[in-house]
């Protein structure tokens, strides 16, 4: 440490970083090193990682691929190593057992999604040894974001079809497969829905502001501000172009909750089509009970961005529904539709799923 020959105060620093205040993420980094010299050397698989954390992608899919990188996604094999009496063969292909090898390479109906894809990627010959090594190689030569993001929405969607047949019992679809996938891909890279995923919890960087609700009718602005009935809405999707569960709770303007309905509605192709519907629905309802004044509550963000910018970018599926939902509004005085935690809709979410389950 240089010794200053000004006479100024001394002032204690920590060394490790350029600020010379201590940190406990520092601290820790120096403690590890020093117990394990090794850990300083560069990580030959760091690349993957910081491909990965860098990829545009909701965080649920970020939490799924990490899980398979890491080999703890629950796939029969594995949870049959962690003691769970389960049969291990997989429930698509009744060949093999389940491992995550299998599941998205090895298993003939994946094979026929990723062929079935416009991806057209054949894994018959020379396929990956494990997922790691494939997603290693595969973001490390592919540079169109894009196509890494139609790789991973792929493999979600085999996720989500192994679980439908797992524990819905659902007939094994490519078609519905492959559909989830585009459907998903619609939604996802639509410019309308380039909306940060992340807020920074430092005081220092600015906030990304979100839309929170958007106003669908104002024919009378000055009864805004008045009481207001408020619908609480919901969809239950399990599977592309399975039914879903349909559900809204009614609450008055003293906040008491006087009616809910829950309805099995038609096949769809996504949980926002789903959600979508059930607004539909929702509103229909309030329009013959005659209520003129409306706050929707819902915890779908695709579907506020939608109405917030007119339905303009909506892919097929959803532009009917949207233009219905924008109709309806105007047979109301004031309608706000507004985005809301999860457990808000909590209420809502469980007639959809019981409608849904049981019927």
């Not at 100024?8 to 601290?27: A, C, F, L, N, R």
């Not at 600015?206 to 009378?220: E, G, R």
């Amino acid at each position: 440490m240089h010794i200053s020959q000004v006479d100024i105060e001394d002032k204690m620093v920590w060394g490790p970083t350029k600020s010379g205040e201590y940190s406990v993420k520092s601290g820790y980094r120096q403690a590890l090193t020093r117990q394990f010299p090794d850990h300083s050397r560069p990580d030959p698989d760091w690349q993957v990682w910081k491909r990965l954390w860098q990829i545009k992608i909701p965080p649920k899919w970020i939490s799924f691929v990490w899980k398979c990188l890491h080999n703890i996604l629950p796939v029969k094999t594995e949870l049959k190593k962690r003691g769970m009496p389960i049969d291990i063969i997989c429930s698509r292909c009744f060949q093999h057992a389940e491992s995550l090898e299998h599941l998205f390479f090895d298993c003939p109906i994946s094979q026929r999604i990723w062929r079935g894809s416009t991806l057209g990627l054949d894994f018959g010959v020379g396929r990956p040894l494990s997922f790691f090594s494939w997603f290693q190689g595969w973001v490390q030569q592919i540079h169109d974001s894009e196509i890494v993001i139609h790789s991973i929405a792929l493999l979600w969607a085999i996720w989500m079809q192994r679980n439908s047949v797992e524990f819905h019992r659902v007939e094994v679809s490519i078609e519905r497969s492959i559909m989830f996938a585009s459907e998903l891909l619609t939604l996802f890279l639509s410019p309308l829905h380039n909306v940060p995923y992340e807020i920074s919890h430092s005081s220092s960087s600015p906030q990304p502001s979100f839309v929170k609700q958007v106003i669908l009718q104002t024919a009378k602005p000055c009864i805004a501000t008045g009481p207001r009935m408020r619908i609480v809405v919901d969809g239950f999707w399990v599977a592309v172009g399975e039914h879903a569960g349909l559900a809204w709770v009614f609450f008055d303007s003293d906040d008491h909750r006087v009616y809910e309905e829950a309805i099995l509605g038609p096949s769809m192709l996504s949980p926002q089509q789903a959600e979508a519907v059930a607004v539909l629905h929702a509103l229909r309802w309030a329009v013959h009970s005659s209520i003129n004044h409306l706050l929707l509550q819902t915890d779908c963000l695709v579907l506020l961005l939608l109405l917030h910018h007119h339905a303009q970018e909506s892919d097929w599926s959803l532009q009917s529904i949207l233009a219905d939902i924008l109709s309806l509004c105007k047979s109301f005085d004031h309608v706000v539709l507004q985005k809301v935690d999860r457990d808000m809709v909590h209420a809502a979410h469980q007639l959809a799923t019981d409608v849904r389950l049981f019927a």
